[in-house]
């Protein structure tokens, strides 16, 4: 019977390392926690390898992951006739002098049950703890893609966007309904027949939100969050503004999911005078083409945002492009309240919040957060002047909602209710 024998893993093993480890895996019928290219990079970056060989034949293989005093033992793998000869515990032993000499004091090991190394880890004084959970979350954009992401000035948005949003019960409800969950579980939408949404507008007055329910989307969902401006597209580009539209939206196909967001559309998409030298002829057809291709993909989604649907170009806004339509428009008095109480801060304990809510009428999300850093101001430059455990009170609020300029009038209002009429779609 050959004798096996323990040395450092090399670069030429590679290959017969990944057979092995497919076939122990395919064996013990269990899902690894971490995958073999993860396993080997941590061992190429200052982890411990030791693989067992029987002559030039590699038939066991152990892996950890050094983190100053703390290792992770990510990979015991056995090949099938070399089991139960003691190789995995010599395989751990050897780990262990290595990790000890580079200062680890605390070594884990996150294996399936019943994997191979599980009998090798207990058989070295390894002792499993219950009662604890695994959780994973798997990233949305590939290493690959982050370059890319980066170009295009993306980025991942933190959680908890959607959660933050205050307020705006009934956009937010619709929002949910119509274009997260479909997105969010796919496989349930395709049981019953539910198509989710590639394209959608939101459109209301200045600074009710458009922007802020886009990020709070791509955060639920996960996915980067990519906005095109239109005025700043032209300067990226090497030639006409519809050069640089197709130009961004190639680049956009190479990232595996990506929410783009459009504000101000109505720049790039406006209504055509039909005249031949009309300039925004060429970028609104570049526009109208690029949508069905952006469609074609999975993981995508178009929101464009308008101040004024009814500028928009009929053919944009016919359907089949866009799959909804939907209004955000001004905070009714509980929302206005909610959206209060997130800005005010400790300040909410000493102010009368309905006073607020009834004075900020013909407010804005917007508006009201910026008479809410008004307010902030003027009692903290009280507090400076005067060193008195200075309290905010109703009348500081009350002072910054005058000296606001509101965003709503009723000729906006008037408007919005109008293009509700006419243009929603969800």
Not at 64 to 82: K, M, Q
Request: with cysteine; aromatic share 8%; charged share 25%.
């Amino acid at each position: 019977m050959p004798t096996w024998r323990l040395r450092d893993f090399h670069d030429d093993d590679l290959d017969r390392a990944i057979r092995m480890w497919e076939q122990d895996r395919q064996a013990d019928d269990s899902y690894p926690v971490f995958p073999i290219s993860e396993v080997m990079a941590a061992a190429r970056a200052g982890g411990s390898a030791v693989v067992a060989v029987v002559g030039d034949d590699v038939v066991g293989m152990a892996v950890s992951r050094n983190e100053g005093e703390r290792a992770w033992i990510t990979l015991v793998a056995l090949s099938d006739t070399w089991r139960n000869r003691g190789i995995g515990s010599a395989l751990i032993t050897e780990l262990e002098r290595r990790m000890r000499s580079q200062g680890v004091r605390r070594i884990g090991a996150l294996l399936a049950p019943g994997a191979t190394g599980t009998k090798a880890l207990e058989n070295s004084g390894y002792r499993s703890r219950s009662g604890l959970l695994y959780y994973e979350k798997a990233e949305h954009i590939a290493p690959s893609d982050a370059g890319l992401l980066a170009e295009l000035g993306g980025r991942l948005l933190p959680p908890g966007l959607w959660s933050d949003l205050a307020g705006m019960e009934r956009e937010k409800g619709t929002i949910e309904r119509r274009i997260v969950l479909p997105l969010a579980e796919p496989a349930l939408a395709d049981r019953y027949g539910v198509i989710p949404p590639k394209a959608v507008i939101l459109f209301g007055p200045p600074g009710t939100g458009k922007t802020s329910f886009a990020k709070a989307v791509a955060s639920r969902l996960g996915w980067p969050f990519v906005e095109l401006f239109p005025s700043r597209i032209a300067a990226a580009g090497s030639g006409s503004l519809a050069t640089s539209l197709r130009e961004n939206f190639a680049d956009l196909a190479e990232l595996e999911s990506v929410l783009l967001f459009i504000d101000e559309v109505e720049e790039i998409a406006g209504t055509r005078s039909g005249l031949a030298v009309d300039p925004s002829h060429g970028v609104t057809n570049e526009l109208l083409k690029l949508i069905p291709g952006f469609r074609d993909h999975d993981e995508r989604l178009l929101i464009c945002a308008t101040n004024s649907v009814r500028s928009l170009d009929p053919a944009f806004l016919r359907p089949g492009r866009f799959d909804y339509v939907i209004p955000v428009g001004p905070p009714d008095s509980s929302a206005r309240s909610a959206i209060w109480q997130r800005y005010l801060g400790p300040a909410a304990d000493t102010v009368d919040l309905h006073q607020l809510v009834e004075a900020s009428e013909m407010f804005t999300p917007a508006d009201i957060e910026f008479a809410a850093r008004k307010g902030a101001q003027a009692v903290f430059e009280r507090e400076v002047a005067h060193r008195q455990g200075t309290r905010a009170t109703t009348q500081d609020y009350l002072t910054a909602i005058t000296d606001t300029r509101p965003t709503l009038t009723d000729q906006v209002l008037t408007e919005f209710n109008e293009d509700i009429q006419t243009y929603v779609r969800m």
